[in-house]
T-cell receptor
Framework: AAGVIQSPRHLIKEKRETATLKCYPIPRHDTVYWYQQGPGQDPQFLISFYEKMQSDKGSIPDRFSAQQFSDYHSELNMSSLELGDSALYFC?????????????FGNGTRLTVT | TQLLEQSPQFLSIQEGENLTVYCNSSSVFSSLQWYRQEPGEGPVLLVTVVTGGEVKKLKRLTFQFGDARKDSSLHITAAQPGDTGLYLCAGAPWGSGTYKYIFGTGTRLKVLA
């Protein structure tokens, strides 16, 4: 079965650079979520989209922005990168809102900021 | 405020032992999910529990949803080294009105051969 696909798998950037992470949800899933996971921490919710509209916002820095496109894929744009942005970034998708539908996660993008 | 507290936070056991992981909240959840995550990988969905009092079994794993839908437990029978990983409970609080989906604090399990 098709899963959530994230790209790139690994990304190395320098401070103050910009990064773009991409997420392709499971076909027919209409909701996308972005999470940030630091070493030894549980995933922290950043932002979610339902039917191409932002549905919820978590602890996402103002330097980050995201959107969901007409084909339901999503991109997380990160600017003015800081060392503390180094983390695993996961995208998840679900069918419908999270109240009843489990999230299916991609394998993440490991961002390293040097 | 962390709405989903897991215990224990860390667990190291010998192969063949049994263990139980708890996920507790003061909030009611419409459903709870359990995930297992291995280093560098995304969380993998193990089970969804929806009905209060529900018990689901997945091979050696038994999941239970509390009657009041505020807590859940994961019991592993005869643990194996392949069970090693981070176990996360997660869900959206009932009636949150938003697309909030939160994770528990996590339980890091290590099963020694």
């Amino acid at each position: 079965a098709a899963g959530v696909i994230q790209s790139p798998r690994h990304l190395i950037k320098e401070k103050r650079e910009t990064a773009t992470l991409k997420c392709y949800p499971i076909p027919r899933h209409d909701t996308v979520y972005w999470y940030q996971q630091g070493p030894g921490q549980d995933p922290q919710f950043l932002i979610s989209f339902y039917e191409k509209m932002q549905s919820d916002k978590g602890s996402i820095p103002d330097r980050f922005s995201a959107q969901q496109f007409s084909d339901y894929h999503s991109e997380l744009n990160m600017s003015s990168l800081e060392l503390g942005d180094s983390a695993l970034y996961f995208c998840a998708s679900s069918l419908g809102w999270a109240g009843g539908s489990p999230l299916h996660f991609g394998n993440g993008t490991r961002l390293t900021v040097t | 405020t962390q709405l989903l507290e897991q215990s224990p936070q860390f667990l190291s056991i010998q192969e063949g032992e049994n263990l139980t992981v708890y996920c507790n909240s003061s909030s009611v959840f419409s459903s709870l999910q359990w995930y297992r995550q291995e280093p560098g990988e995304g969380p993998v969905l193990l089970v969804t529990v929806v009905t209060g009092g529900e018990v689901k079994k997945l091979k050696r794993l038994t999941f239970q949803f509390g009657d009041a839908r505020k807590d859940s437990s994961l019991h592993i029978t005869a643990a194996q080294p392949g069970d090693t990983g981070l176990y996360l409970c997660a869900g959206a609080p009932w009636g949150s009105g938003t697309y909030k989906y939160i994770f528990g604090t996590g339980t890091r399990l290590k099963v020694l051969a």
